[in-house]
């Protein structure tokens, strides 16, 4: 074990020891105390890809509506240029726990660090502009704009101009809105492959065209944590291996945290470095994919009691193929 | 890039006029606007000035409801906002009208603004009625603030004027307001051209995610009140330059209706339809004008029916356009443009 | 201050406060069953009012048979309203639909113009014509019976959502369209239903509005006021277009008698501005929640 990130050791951003799933005891074993407030540090753990840093780190998060308790106590930590997944249930409080990221929601406990920095109080748009990025699960592409427009949307928060330039449509705002394009155009169009759509009304596309779409206009915000509320979710499986890709990329070529719900296991278990399981509204247990896959827990929250076999095929697919 | 029409830069790609066709049939339509004050009778050059008004606070109405989905019953208040601006500053400044359109959008503008402000917490309908409640206290300031409005008998003003040329004719009003209108329609072309413009649609189209995608709703809900109250300001002033006489009755409730109407009828979120709703719904009650004049020899009580026809024909419109055309009369342009473009290889 | 005054300007006031509860009571059935804001609804009352000045003046009917004539014809035309011009918008965005219904208030207007003209006309007398005392307060006899009259079909319609079979499926539709359904529960009608009944306390409304004020094509104005009413009570709440409806009728009228008829409309405006700031969904209404 070290203690300094070398080229061959990653850093599991949890608080847990992968092989020592415990919920009731965080064993901090080896963390050291940081001068920054940012730069905390967890112990080391071979083969775990991931920054030194939790780019966000969630501490007790509780969230209610009336009876229903979507997230009780929730605490997790999403290590810096990692894909990260929450796995869990319908219902489990996936997407709320999103919604409070965004800041959409405001959670009654607990709080939400991003890149050192306590979010509570900061609103949705700031949190957009400090690079909190997203996709959203039922797809929300604005429908009265062209793809094009969609995607140049999401550079709001990086734009500048006002009301009276854009009036006139000349000399910044004008400037602005063609770096914008082709800022938009080089890097994102081309790169997802979707420069023969540009032109169109976003409500022709197909489902899967349109989530490619979204995950544009996420990109054009400039993000440094991606949030992507089931990607693939109603995609064939060509769609899928694509967007699997796309997401592979991102993280590598952006210089991205990726933050990822997703229902598909098959996808998850390629392309996560890092699992948080959600049931009830409740961290059941994080680590890595493949002790996540094996966590009687988490086949339980997954299945019930019965059927165990058919679940942990559904958590395991490459066995399957196999 | 593409082939065929490619654009040889985003430059031109994003241009207003992509083709030069297009470019054609423009420079054409402004000539016959040049050109149709020295040809048109009176009764043709009130009209023109009429729609043009019209169009000023159409464009202005459809930014905020046909763009940016926030539907507002309090035009006609904030048009009366610029028309007693105008009065007021005409009377006791003598200022030029430049000077005083913009202090009457101005000050529309700051007046849209306060009513904007209950957007902070409430949306979609509830916000039309704070709109309606705003285009009641409006009337009611525009009734009783005598020593500024001049109470129930309202203003009088001289006519525009500006380096010592008056507009007193309609010939000559037509130069202010027809202009106006291209350059404000113009204008409001270009904010869709910017994030601006896009923020004003991800608002309408869907608020909860433009919010969390960076867009600050309070911000640019307030922004689309402003500019669009802006509008109704200047036309509000050229109403009063234009008939130069300001009263409580001239800015009613049914004229919020009208705007509301036009826009509708044109195609919300379309300038372009703005454009032909505005005309259209200007129009509407003249051709009714004609035909009840034309009937009159034959049925003497003609001229009684015509204003309950009017309000008859204007709901009808509004019912119908929404249910069978909710695009409105600029879709009916496209389909025509495309009926000729094909032409006459298909139909 | 005058008390006695005060007094009987405020019962008044009361007494049209509970028409105004009846016709919020039929606009709140319409929204909480259909969600649709009916601008329509002064304009369906004056409808009412002129069919019964037809029916009792015109054909020289017993007032007692135009009643409920007037009634039957304005419920009626609801319906049609809900069917022909409402019912193709299912589905439209809100505006849309309000938009419709300020268009239905614009044909009824011109309509009602064109039938029996633009000048104002007052009602056949038909209600009992003692003044009536409460204590020493006068209260004008037409106000009192409409007061009561009004108040008997309120209980009635309370009554009859609390127990009736469609009074049921109206609630229940208004709770949940999608599981109302899935019941077995004919939303279409219940949608229907709603306009009739909702029609239905406006029309009675309108024409006992009509006996105390008089008539005119500008008589849909009253329209504003019930809107007033119903924000300030909450869209969809029963309870609250009661007591916001004799709230507000009783301020208009101390408004009025006091500042003068200019300050009727700005009094009430005045406190639906302060509503919507304070509390956006009206005293009893209810929050509607958001997801993304
Ligand atoms: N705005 C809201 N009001 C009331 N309850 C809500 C709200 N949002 C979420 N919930 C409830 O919180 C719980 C968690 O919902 P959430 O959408 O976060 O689940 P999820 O894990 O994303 O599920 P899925 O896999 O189906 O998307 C559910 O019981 C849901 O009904
Ligand atoms: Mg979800």
């Given at each position: 074990m070290v203690f300094m990130a070398g080229l061959d050791y990653f850093v599991c951003g949890s608080g847990h020891w992968p092989d020592v799933y415990d919920n009731n005891n965080n064993h901090n074993l080896l963390v050291c105390e940081a001068k920054t407030e940012r730069s905390w540090l967890c112990f080391l753990v071979p083969g775990v890809r991931g920054g030194i840093l939790s780019i966000l780190e969630i501490s007790n998060l509780?969230?209610?509506?009336?009876?229903?308790?979507?997230?009780?106590?929730?605490?997790?930590?999403?290590?810096?240029?990692?894909?990260?997944?929450?796995?869990?249930?319908?219902?489990?409080?996936?997407?709320?726990?999103?919604n409070c990221i965004s800041g959409f929601y405001k959670p009654q406990q607990g709080t939400i660090r991003y890149q050192g920095e306590v979010l509570a109080g900061v609103k949705p748009p700031a949190r957009a502009a400090m690079g909190l990025a997203r996709t959203f699960q039922n797809i929300a592409l604005f429908r009265g704009m062209t793809v094009l427009d969609n995607i140049k949307l999401g550079a709001h928060v990086h734009m500048k101009s006002g009301l009276l330039s854009s009036l006139a449509y000349f000399g910044a705002a004008r400037r602005e809105e063609m770096a914008v394009r082709r800022e938009v155009e080089r890097h994102i169009?081309?790169?997802?492959?979707?420069?023969?759509?540009?032109?169109?009304?976003?409500?022709?596309?197909?489902?899967?065209?349109?989530?490619?779409?979204?995950?544009?206009?996420?990109?054009?915000?400039?993000?440094?944590?991606?949030?992507?509320d089931e990607p693939v979710a109603g995609m064939n499986r060509e769609e899928k291996e694509d967007m699997a890709r796309f997401i592979l990329d991102i993280r590598e070529e952006w210089d991205v945290t990726v933050l990822m719900v997703e229902h598909d296991m098959g996808m998850v278990m390629d392309i996560s470095d890092h699992i948080a399981v959600l049931n009830f509204g409740q961290v059941i247990t994080e680590g890595l994919p493949a002790d996540v896959q094996n966590n009687p827990e988490v086949i339980k929250a997954y299945l019930g009691n019965s059927d165990m076999d058919s679940l942990r095929k559904k958590l395991n697919p490459q066995r399957e193929v196999a | 890039m593409r082939i065929g029409d490619a654009k040889q830069t985003y430059e031109a790609d994003e241009a207003i006029w992509t083709s030069p066709t297009q470019k054609f049939w423009f420079a054409l339509f402004l000539l016959a606007l040049l050109v149709f004050p020295l040809m048109a009778n009176a009764y043709l050059l009130?009209?023109?000035?009429?729609?043009?008004?019209?169009?000023?606070?159409?464009?202005?109405?459809?930014?905020?409801t046909g763009f940016t989905g926030l539907i507002s019953l309090g035009q006609a208040g904030f048009m009366g906002v610029g028309g007693y601006t105008v009065a007021w500053f005409s009377l006791n400044t003598g200022l030029?009208?430049?000077?005083?359109?913009?202090?009457?959008?101005?000050?529309?503008?700051?007046?849209?603004?306060?009513v904007g402000l209950p957007s902070l917490r409430v949306k979609g309908l509830y916000l039309a009625i704070a709109t309606l409640a705003a285009s009641v206290f409006l009337h009611f300031i525009f009734a009783e603030w005598e020593s500024v409005t001049g109470g129930m008998g309202g203003l009088s003003l001289e006519p525009a004027h500006l380096f010592g040329?008056?507009?007193?004719?309609?010939?000559?009003?037509?130069?202010?307001?027809?202009?106006?209108?291209?350059?404000?329609?113009?204008?409001?072309?270009?904010?869709?051209?910017?994030?601006?413009?896009?923020?004003?649609?991800?608002?309408?189209?869907?608020?909860?995610?433009?919010?969390?995608?960076?867009?600050?709703?309070?911000?640019?809900?307030?922004?689309?009140?402003?500019l669009s109250s802006f509008y109704a300001g200047v036309?509000?002033?050229?109403?009063?330059?234009?008939?130069?006489?300001?009263?409580?009755?001239?800015?009613?409730?049914?004229?919020?209706?009208?705007?509301?109407?036009?826009?509708?009828?044109?195609?919300?979120?379309?300038?372009?339809?703005?454009?032909?709703?505005?005309?259209?719904?200007?129009?509407?009650?003249?051709?009714?004008?004609?035909l009840t004049a034309a009937l009159t020899p034959f049925y003497p009580n003609a001229p009684v029916f015509m204003s309950p026809m009017l309000e008859i024909i204007f709901g009808a419109l509004i019912v119908g356009f929404l249910i069978f055309e909710p695009h409105g009369l600029a879709e009916i342009w496209h389909r025509i443009r495309r009926f000729f473009s094909l032409w006459p290889f298909r139909n | 201050m005058d008390w006695l005054f005060f007094g009987e300007i405020s019962l008044a006031g009361l007494a049209m406060g509970g028409l105004y509860a009846l016709i919020a009571l039929g606009f709140v059935i319409i929204y909480k069953a259909t969600r649709v804001i009916n601008f329509a609804i002064g304009e369906i009352m004056m409808f009412a009012a002129y069919l019964f000045l037809a029916f009792a003046g015109g054909l020289e009917m017993s007032p007692w048979v135009a009643l409920p004539l007037a009634v039957l014809g304005g419920s009626i035309l609801g319906g049609v309203i809900e069917k022909v011009m409402i019912r193709p918008m299912l589905g439209e965005s809100p505006i849309s639909v309000v938009m419709v219904t300020i268009g239905v208030a614009s044909i009824l207007v011109g309509l009602v113009e064109l039938i029996w003209g633009a000048d104002p006309q007052l009602l056949p007398r038909f209600l009992p014509r003692e003044p009536v005392f409460i204590g020493e307060m006068y209260l004008a006899p037409k106000i009192a019976y409409g007061f009561l009259i009004g108040a008997a079909l309120l209980i009635l319609y309370l009554l009859y959502f609390r127990f009736s079979r469609g009074g049921v499926a109206l609630r229940a539709t208004a709770s949940d369209q999608a599981a109302a359904y899935s019941m077995g529960i004919n939303v279409r009608r219940v949608f229907n239903l709603a306009w009739v009944f909702g029609s239905l306390a406006a029309s009675?409304?309108?024409?006992?509005?009509?006996?105390?004020?008089?008539?005119?094509?500008?008589?849909?104005?009253?329209?504003?006021?019930?809107?007033?009413?119903?924000?300030?009570?909450?869209?969809?709440?029963?309870?609250g277009a009661l007591i916001a409806g004799v709230f507000i009728g009783w301020l208009e009228t101390v408004a009025g008698a006091y500042l003068g008829g200019e300050y009727r409309m700005p009094a009430t405006f005045a406190v639906l501005a302060v509503i919507l700031v304070i509390r956006p969904y009206g005293l009893f209404g209810t929050h509607e929640i958001e997801r993304v």
């Open positions: 509780s969230l209610s509506f009336g009876g229903v308790k979507a997230l009780q106590d929730v605490s997790f930590r999403v290590p810096e240029n990692t894909i990260t997944t929450v796995i869990g249930p319908n219902g489990a409080g996936k997407t709320s726990l999103f169009i081309d790169f997802l492959e979707i420069d023969h759509i540009r032109r169109q009304p976003v409500a022709s596309l197909s489902y899967g065209l349109q989530k490619r779409v979204e995950l544009a206009r996420a990109l054009a915000m400039r993000p440094k944590v991606l949030m992507l | 009130y009209l023109g000035c009429l729609v043009g008004i019209a169009v000023i606070s159409t464009t202005g109405l459809n930014i905020l030029p009208f430049p000077v005083t359109l913009l202090l009457a959008g101005l000050l529309a503008a700051a007046v849209g603004i306060l040329v008056t507009f007193q004719s309609d010939f000559r009003m037509y130069f202010i307001i027809v202009p106006l209108a291209v350059l404000m329609v113009f204008a409001a072309r270009n904010v869709f051209r910017t994030r601006i413009g896009r923020a004003f649609i991800a608002i309408r189209d869907r608020d909860i995610s433009a919010e969390i995608l960076g867009i600050d709703l309070l911000r640019y809900k307030l922004m689309s009140f402003a036309a509000g002033g050229l109403f009063a330059y234009f008939y130069r006489v300001v009263t409580p009755e001239s800015f009613p409730l049914s004229m919020s209706i009208f705007y509301l109407a036009a826009v509708i009828v044109g195609g919300m979120g379309n300038l372009l339809g703005g454009i032909l709703g505005a005309a259209f719904m200007t129009l509407i009650p003249e051709i009714l004008k004609l | 009675l409304a309108g024409v006992l509005v009509a006996a105390t004020g008089g008539l005119s094509p500008q008589f849909g104005a009253i329209g504003l006021s019930v809107l007033v009413v119903v924000i300030v009570g909450g869209l969809d709440s029963i309870l």
